[in-house]
């Protein structure tokens, strides 16, 4: 990639994208390469419906996912593990929401975000991640992990380098206590350690081998969670600026904080044939990306899509394709668990308070995913009144 164009894409990753797609006039076009931190590469699919047919059909998806690599590649171990986690996050949705009020309560009346927003996520998963009564450290690790930068990939090279001392040890800790319980098994899963464990065999995974799936999991989990309940509050903050709360239901601030800034930068398939799409046939091996950010802008399918407008959701009109958690075969088992998450850690930080941002940047830092750049949050009580309207 050319000089200007990794100033470009730093400066701002999202119009970065746009300008590629405009000076496009096919409905493939090509992607420069990012470098480590936005290993892109290979082709966009520019055109939403042939998008959507790249991630729906089944022959683009033989083999695994290329999110767990080599560390699980069986499919069928894959799926198996994600609806194991999709299972233990549900049952923990009435804890976490339990949880809420009071870590809401305990954060600062202004806060720097999104590192609160990371903070408050785990503080509310905390005993998922692993439960209390863990020996070994491992829970403090694990909160470590989170201040440190683990959780989510920090922007400046020192910080990376202090998180992955964080991340070795925790790793090794992880590992070790992978080995205590499979020698000591504890039944039904009450944690993603004994989730990972039960579909991970001894024979065919090692401690240290679980030990970072276990990470891959908890950071599959923290970062888009985190990231999207970011820019659900730093976007209807700088769309409703007065002192009276939000005039949306928060379900609909984060299906639209959810549209305006998806998470993901692009969902890849490396194809098992080739595929002919907008003309041009792709062979075997190739690249093709779809990405969210584009088709939730496409002016043809959306109505006003540039603008953040939560009360687009009020009806069934004007919605175009709507992938923040990918589609078809790949897209992510635990959506509608996190969804719940965002919604109601959104809930909870609006009851009976007003929100407002100072610092605020929309757009997106470059990082593994398409992260906030941060701002600071002040929380303000409010008093709800008869003629209150909105609240979601």
């Known amino acids: 990639m050319r000089s200007g164009y990794r100033a470009r ?19 493939v076009m090509r992607l420069p390469w990012g470098g480590m931190r936005l290993p892109w590469g290979g082709w966009c699919v520019r055109d939403s419906e042939s998008a959507q047919t790249l991630l729906r059909d089944p022959d683009c998806h033989a083999g695994g996912s290329v999110f767990f690599g080599e560390l699980l590649p069986d499919r069928a171990a894959q799926v198996e593990l994600g609806r194991a986690v999709r299972g233990l996050l549900r049952a923990g949705v009435p804890h976490y929401r339990a949880a809420l009020p009071e870590t809401v309560a305990a954060l600062p009346v202004s806060g720097r975000w999104p590192d609160t927003g990371t903070r408050l996520v785990y503080r509310c998963l905390a005993d998922l991640l692993p439960r209390p009564g863990t020996p070994g450290g491992s829970r403090e690790l694990m909160r470590q992990a989170v201040h440190g930068g683990v959780a989510v990939r920090p922007p400046h090279v020192w910080q990376r380098a202090r998180a992955e001392l964080v991340r070795a040890r925790l790793v090794t800790a992880v590992a070790e206590e992978a080995h205590r319980r499979r020698r000591q098994p504890a039944g039904e899963p009450r944690d993603m350690l004994d989730t990972v464990l039960t579909v991970c065999p001894e024979t065919q995974m090692s401690d240290r081998a679980v030990a970072d799936l276990h990470l891959m999991m908890f950071r599959a989990i923290m970062a888009p969670v985190s990231a999207s309940l970011t820019w659900s509050v730093l976007l209807a903050c700088l769309h409703h600026t007065g002192a009276a709360p939000w005039p949306w239901p928060t379900d609909h601030v984060v299906r639209e904080a959810m549209r305006h800034r998806p998470v993901p930068w ?39 899509p540039d603008a953040f407008l939560p009360e687009r959701w009020a009806g069934d009109s004007g919605h175009g394709p709507y992938i923040p958690f990918g589609m078809g075969p790949f897209s992510c088992a635990g959506a509608a668990v996190a969804h719940t998450l965002l919604t109601e850690s959104l809930a909870a930080l609006t009851n009976h ?20 750049r941060p701002f600071v949050l002040h929380r303000s009580p409010h008093h709800p009144s008869a003629h209150d309207t909105g609240r979601g």
Do not use: K
């Not at 999202?14 to 096919?26: G, Q």
């Open 353 to 372: 308070a007003c929100l407002a941002v100072t610092g605020a940047d929309t757009r997106a830092a470059m990082s593994e995913g398409n992260v906030p």
């Open 266 to 304: 692009m969902l890849g398939r490396t194809l098992q044939r080739a595929v002919e799409l907008g003309g041009t046939v792709f062979p075997p091996g190739e690249l093709l990306s779809v990405c969210p950010y584009l088709l939730h802008h496409d002016e043809r399918l959306w109505d006003s």
């Open 9 to 27: 894409l730093r400066r701002d990753p999202l119009a970065f994208i746009e300008e590629l797609s405009r000076d496009s006039t096919a409905g």
